[in-house]
């Protein structure tokens, strides 16, 4: 359909789109006049998404959601918030709604669900688009009304969303104090066995015990070395094939020296008297009795001191003996410590890890129970409503306004629909159009009262047809 052919329906149905266009305008103008008045109160509520929660002192991630607005939205639209604010009110118990409830529900259900499903329907809940405030708006019949209930509903709404936040704490609160009867009891058992225990293997520092015993076992190992050494030592010195002369304590020995000194003295005197006064000489038999003497007292003097020796290995083995049986009863100690110690370091680590889950069940459960008493949230009133001076029901205007769009919509709809049902030629180019034919002659309307004559003059031999 060309814009030529449209334009010819219109024209030809003029008369039909006017009436619709005309009557469309005056139903709408004349209901607007009819409907009684409705006033909107509103009231907006801001979010506090960035201040850290009071209890915790961290920001919660889930402010911080996209959805976070959209499910606020809904809270305010819920009917857990409109039986809140019936509830406040006392809606439910003014005589005159009870009467509509009963003529509406023939006393069927309860009044209160069905009078918050009533209220929803005039609540109306925007968010704003770039900022964390809700807008709250009620319709109503009266003024002071609408303010209230607009109200009513952001209180409603800030009650729900701290009871949304309380619930869920008491009952954490709860459970936590059941788990810290728990853990304290296991605290109690572990740090009871750990004082058996220690009063049993009568061990309090175990560290400090078992460091004695080791540098003790260190000392009794360096004595032992020792006498070995000293064992060994003296063994060799007995069983060495030389002089005793020529041991090392009798020739480090200053009396031996000295005797030995004495002995080559006498030796050489001897010599010389033997060869002045020859053998039978006193002198020569008294130094001779001299030097037996005095070899004697030194070969006495080496004895004493090999004698002292072997007692030395002796004494050597027998200590060494002795602290061989000591060290063994020191290491035997020594493990039997560590033993405790390990046992000790077990139940002492069983105490920690009961203590650490104690104090972290008890930090939580302090926090539950401060957050399922608190009465803060992060909802606020920005501006409360108030009574409305104007009515926002209805538009006239608004309501005129889209009446006109509305009727020019629905005259141009019923004239195309017309044209549809009773398909007309409005032009030549349609006529050749839909024959597939040229058009050779187009006659000129005339006037109703001239259709005689004007058949009568195209007969005329004089008058040639218009062509097209």
């Known amino acids: 359909m060309t814009l030529q052919q449209f334009l010819l329906i219109l024209w030809a149905r003029r008369k039909l789109v006017i009436y619709i266009f005309l009557g469309t305008i005056f139903t709408v103008l004349g209901i607007s006049l009819i409907l009684p008045e409705e006033f909107s109160a509103s009231t907006a509520v801001v979010l506090d998404v960035k201040s850290p929660d009071p209890v915790a002192g961290v920001l919660l991630p889930g402010l911080m959601a996209p959805a976070y607005m959209a499910t606020q939205v809904d809270i ?27 003529e509406a529900t023939e006393g069927k259900g309860q009044i209160g669900p069905w009078l918050a499903a009533l209220l929803l329907k005039r609540l109306d809940v ?45 009952q954490n609160a709860k459970w936590f104090d059941e788990q810290s009867k728990q853990y304290r009891e296991r605290l109690e058992t572990a740090q009871k066995a750990l004082s058996d225990y220690q009063q049993k293997s009568g ?23 020792v006498a070995q050494a000293q064992g060994t030592d003296a063994s060799s010195k007995r069983k060495s094939t030389g002089s005793a002369d020529t041991m090392p304590e009798v020739m480090q020995s200053p009396l031996v020296s000295q005797m030995k000194g004495d002995i080559a003295r006498l030796e050489a005197r001897l010599k010389e008297v033997s060869g002045n006064f020859g053998e039978n000489h006193p002198q020569y038999l ?25 007692t030395a290995g002796n004494i050597s083995k027998q200590k060494e003996g002795e602290l061989v049986l000591a060290v063994n009863a020191q290491k035997t100690r020594i493990l039997k410590l560590k033993e405790q110690r390990d046992e000790i370091s077990l139940l002492v680590r069983e ?19 401060l957050e399922s008493q608190s009465i803060q949230t992060n909802v606020s009133v920005l501006n409360p409503a108030n009574e409305p001076l104007k009515a926002s029901k209805p538009r006239v205007f608004l309501n ?18 017309l044209e549809l049902l009773n398909r007309r030629i409005r032009s030549t180019e349609e006529l050749a159009s839909i024959v597939d034919l040229p ?8 006037p109703q009262g001239n259709k005689f004559w004007s058949r009568i003059s195209a007969l005329l031999p ?4 218009k062509t097209a």
Request: glycine share 4%; net charge negative.
């Open 462 to 465: 004089n008058r040639t047809p």
């Open 286 to 310: 008294r130094s001779q009795a001299e030097l037996a003497e005095l070899k004697s007292k030194m070969n006495a003097e080496i004895g004493r001191i090999t004698s002292a020796i072997g």
């Open 351 to 369: 105490v920690e890890t009961a203590q650490r889950a104690f104090d972290a069940i008890g930090q939580r459960t302090t926090q539950s129970r």
């Open 203 to 225: 061990i309090v520092a175990t560290d400090e015990r078992l460091d004695y015993e080791t540098q003790k076992l260190n000392e009794l190992s360096t004595q032992l070395t």
């Open 76 to 102: 305010i639209n819920s009917e857990r918030v409109a039986n809140k604010v019936v509830r406040m009110l006392r809606l439910d118990e003014n005589p005159t709604i009870r009467e509509q409830w009963q």
């Open 126 to 170: 925007k968010p704003a688009r770039d900022s964390n405030v809700i807008t709250i708006s009620f319709s109503g019949s009266h003024p002071a009304f609408a303010a209230t209930m607009a109200n009513a509903f952001a209180q409603a709404y800030i009650d729900v969303n701290l009871e949304l936040r309380i619930e869920p704490a008491r």
């Open 400 to 417: 005129v306004l889209i009446s006109i769009f509305l009727g020019a919509l629905l005259g141009v709809g019923a004239a195309l629909t």
């Open 439 to 446: 058009v050779l002659v187009e006659f000129e309307p005339e």
